[in-house]
T-cell receptor, first 110, second 117 residues
Framework: QQQVKQSPQSLIVQKGGISIINCAYENTAFDYFPWYQQFPGKGPALLIAIRPDVSEKKEGRFTISFNKSAKQFSLHIMDSQPGDSATYFC?????????FGAGTRLTVKP | DGGITQSPKYLFRKEGQNVTLSCEQN?????MYWYRQDPGQGLRLIYYSQIVNDFQKGDIAEGYSVSREKKESFPLTVTSAQKNPTAFYLC????????????????FGPGTRLTVT
């Protein structure tokens, strides 16, 4: 069964807007939550990651919000740019066993 | 120039043939992984290896085999038993456990797109 559920499947945002992608997980043993960015024909690149002892982590325009009690976490991309257009994957891991969401295809319109 | 290399980028095979995908890393990482990616789906784990000469099956290991004879290399063989082998294959590596704190960052190679007809 799918252990990490990601939504939406696709997202269209205007340049300068905020992109928000959500993920929910089942297994409370997960203790590492990364986000990956993937461009067509390329391997995923680690964007930002969080551990459950903090509720938020910010790196530049990218922020992860983490809600342990709800078993949910989200990626916020502020001031979205056309160059951010890519597929984003959330993941959850425990003991090097990493489970991925199905991905969100983000399109940022100029 | 450190990183993970996968070769070839594109691979074409006839049905019924075995094919081996290469994955090499010079990051001195202990753990290596193989994932399969299909359109509209997330990454699914095929095999992983935490240490040389040891590896474990992932969720979709049937029809695949691996070896880990060297720390730097983790080749994947797609056998003729794999019913639907056409996919994008991704190799990844991570440091594994560091100083008592598990390190989960996985770094991916550029991928190999396999087409079987």
């Amino acid at each position: 069964q799918q252990q990490v559920k990601q939504s939406p499947q696709s997202l269209i945002v205007q340049k300068g807007g905020i992109s928000i992608i959500n993920c929910a997980y089942e297994n409370t043993a997960f203790d590492y939550f990364p986000w990956y960015q993937q461009f067509p024909g390329k391997g995923p690149a680690l964007l930002i990651a969080i551990r459950p002892d903090v509720s938020e982590k910010k790196e530049g325009r990218f922020t992860i919000s983490f809600n342990k009690s709800a078993k949910q976490f989200s990626l916020h991309i502020m001031d979205s740019q056309p160059g951010d257009s890519a597929t984003y994957f959330c993941a959850a891991s425990f003991n090097n066993d990493m489970r991925f969401g199905a991905g969100t295809r983000l399109t940022v319109k100029p | 120039d450190g990183g993970i290399t996968q070769s070839p980028k594109y691979l074409f095979r006839k049905e019924g043939q075995n094919v081996t995908l290469s994955c090499e890393q010079n990051l001195n990482h202990d753990a290596m992984y193989w994932y399969r990616q299909d359109p509209g789906q997330g990454l699914r784990l095929i095999y992983y290896s935490q240490i040389v000469n040891d590896f474990q099956k992932g969720d979709i290991a049937e029809g695949y085999s691996v070896s880990r004879e060297k720390k730097e290399s983790f080749p994947l063989t797609v056998t003729s038993a794999q019913k639907n082998p056409t996919a994008f294959y991704l190799c990844a590596s991570s440091m594994g456990q560091t100083a008592g704190v598990p390190t989960y960052e996985q770094y991916f190679g550029p991928g190999t797109r396999l087409t079987v007809t």
